[in-house]
C-alpha cells in the first residue's frame, strides 16, 4: 500500500526572533507535530512526516 508524507508547514519567523528574543514558536511548531504524531501511531498511522517552514526559516534574516 502506498503511503503518503505529511507535509506539516508553519510560517517563517526571522531567525534573530528564535536566537537573540527567545520566541518559542519554533519549539512550539516542533512539539505541536510531535503531539500530532504521537496520536498517529497510536492509532497505527506511521507515515514518513516533515515540517517545513514558509519564507525560508533559516536563512529568513539574509533574505
Keep these: 500500500m502506498l503511503q503518503v508524507v ?3 508547514t508553519a510560517h517563517g519567523v ?3 526572533y528564535v536566537e537573540e528574543a ?10 505541536c507535530v ?6 498517529l501511531e497510536k492509532r497505527k498511522i506511521t507515515n514518513a512526516y516533515t515540517l517545513a517552514y514558509q519564507s525560508g526559516f533559516w536563512n529568513y534574516v539574509d533574505g
Design 14 to 16: 526571522p531567525l534573530a
Design 6 to 8: 505529511i507535509f506539516f
Design 22 to 31: 527567545g520566541d518559542p514558536y519554533k519549539a512550539e511548531m516542533e512539539e
Design 34 to 39: 510531535d503531539l500530532i504524531i504521537e496520536e
